[in-house]
């Protein structure tokens, strides 16, 4: 009787299970199965014992081989002509994926999650990729993530990782995309590694880089996310090249129109998901809203999210959401700014104690620091603060936000 090789033997018992519907584990799933054999018409009536099958998935002891007639007869079960073809099927596949990595267990049974399940996973996968510094290379995990195409999807496009993208996520959106060309893909990630650039100071870098994403097609349907992030680019471009001059008037008005447009758009109720990255139903309206906040354009700022608050009402409707407390923030200090309103926002901190934000405020905590600068009102507490955001820029190679602070007065006067 013929002995199997252990990969063999392995292949052959999932090929059965994937066909049975589950993993035969019981000697009553071997049972269900002999039966199934009996019936199948491709079988021919032909039988294996439960015995046989018990021994041919590990549910007892075996020293032997089996009979050329269980393989083939499994074999058949399972899809092939016969255990040969079997073989050779195995073999062909052992040959196309030599020039290929191996595929990642954990993306294999993707499909078969719920949709919420999936972000989680990727999120898992994103957490346990991440260096001990946020300058470091990417491992070599986190970069063939970015070559599968359920990786893209759940990692690379749901954990966006702002926090580590002048190190270990830069290098894996540049890897996304070497292998994911869609024009959204290719948005996405260009205008993401434009931030990262822009945030460095790293001119050189970024006017290119600017020129390139602008020259991408942008999709009819393009997701909030990556057409917002084309619009921050935009907006820090034209104040960075007329720093005391407001924004043109026509390129706010074309953003107000594009914003609109995002807000009649159908989006999935937020509470049933997760608080990603792509989920937050006006992605692009806070982009814009976070470049006005950077550029220190206020009275645009303002009324930026005032029309946020009456084009999506959704928003005002969330709680304990990273992106709705910032919008509420960036109003703040617009008001406060441009004299109309000393309303210190209350609710910043306590995001802090929730675990789930702790991947957004790893980045987005900076933002925080500059909003509560705005409003600190003693020599010490703006040193704190201070101190809090040259660290961060330090620690994360984002000098452009130590500059952002030293041009915020003295004692918050507006």
Request: glycine letters at 6%; a neutral charge; aromatic letters at 10%.
């Amino acid at each position: 009787m013929p002995r199997l090789l252990p990969p063999v033997h392995a292949a052959l018992q999932a090929a059965v299970a994937a066909r049975f519907g589950q993993p035969l584990r019981y000697p009553s799933h071997c049972d269900a199965l002999e039966a199934e054999l009996r019936q199948a018409p491709a079988m021919g009536g032909r039988r294996l014992s439960p015995s046989t099958l018990r021994r041919f998935f590990g549910l007892v002891e075996n020293e032997g081989g089996y009979h050329l007639h269980t393989l083939d007869t499994l074999a058949r079960y399972a899809g092939h002509p016969d255990f040969a073809a079997f073989g050779q099927a195995l073999s062909q596949q052992a040959k196309a994926g030599a020039n290929h990595p191996t595929d990642i267990p954990e993306l294999l049974a993707m499909q078969q999650l719920a949709y919420p399940e999936r972000l989680l996973l990727g999120y898992f996968l994103g957490r346990i990729t991440r260096p001990a510094t946020p300058t470091a290379p990417a491992p070599a995990l986190a970069l063939r993530l970015a070559a599968h195409p359920a990786g893209q999807e759940y990692y690379v496009e749901s954990f966006v990782d702002l926090a580590y993208l002048n190190g270990a996520y830069g290098q894996v959106l540049g890897a996304y995309l070497q292998h994911k060309t869609t024009p959204e893909a290719q948005l996405f990630g260009h205008c993401t590694l434009f931030l990262g650039e822009f945030l460095a100071q790293d001119e050189p870098a970024w006017q290119p880089r600017l020129a390139h994403l602008l020259a991408l097609p942008l999709p009819a349907d393009c997701h909030a996310f990556p057409h917002g992030r084309r619009a921050f680019a935009e907006l820090v471009a034209a104040q960075h090249a007329a720093p005391r001059q407001p924004l043109p008037p026509a390129l706010l008005s074309r953003l107000r129109q594009q914003a609109t447009a995002h807000a009649a758009r159908p989006v999935a109720p937020v509470a049933d998901l997760p608080a990603f990255y792509n989920l937050f139903p006006a992605g692009f309206h806070f982009l814009v809203a976070e470049a006005l906040f950077l550029t220190g354009q206020y009275e645009a700022l303002g009324d930026w999210v005032a029309a946020t608050r009456a084009e999506v009402p959704a928003v005002a409707a969330l709680e304990n959401n990273v992106y709705s407390e910032l919008l509420y923030a960036f109003e703040a200090v617009a008001a406060h700014r441009t004299g109309r309103a000393v309303h210190r926002p209350t609710r910043l901190r306590a995001l802090f104690m929730l675990d789930t934000h702790s991947w957004l405020l790893d980045y987005y905590q900076v933002h925080l620091w500059l909003v509560e600068l705005h409003f600190a009102a003693t020599a010490a507490e703006q040193q704190e603060l201070r101190g809090y955001i040259d660290t961060f820029a330090q620690r994360h190679g984002m000098p452009f936000f130590r500059q952002l602070a030293g041009q915020i007065p003295p004692a918050a006067q507006p």
